[in-house]
């Protein structure tokens, strides 16, 4: 039980530790988003954008529910925004050039 805890925040932070995956995630702790909205926010294709979100929702970060043909991405749960505002991530916006 122990060892896949570990895995668990290993994944957790790991995903943490990408420039592009930070600011999608302090981007969603404002509000959730569809995935479209990340390429105009961060210059990136939407490729890129999808594989960041994919690894993202892997890690426990985000989840994601269809609306039509848009899917939006939010934050998993509360326990997951309290634990990321309190490592400081809400700040970490002024890594886009611009705002969602």
């Known amino acids: 039980m122990y060892i896949y805890a570990m895995n668990n ?3 957790f932070f790991k ?8 600011c999608i995630v302090s981007f969603l ?6 995935a479209c909205d990340f390429t105009s ?4 294709d939407q490729t890129t954008i ?3 979100l994919k ?3 892997e890690a426990g970060i985000l989840k994601y ?9 939010s934050i998993r749960n509360e326990d997951v925004k ?5 490592v400081g991530i809400e700040t970490a916006t002024e890594c886009c050039d611009v705002r969602c």
């Open 15 to 22: 995903a943490l530790g990408d420039e592009t995956r930070l």
């Open 55 to 57: 690894t993202l929702v």
């Open 50 to 52: 999808s594989r960041h």
């Open 29 to 34: 702790l404002m509000k959730d988003h569809c």
């Open 41 to 44: 926010c961060i210059n990136k």
């Open 9 to 11: 925040m290993v994944k």
């Open 82 to 86: 309290k634990m990321l505002r309190y």
């Open 65 to 73: 529910e269809k609306d039509g043909r848009n899917i939006i991405y």
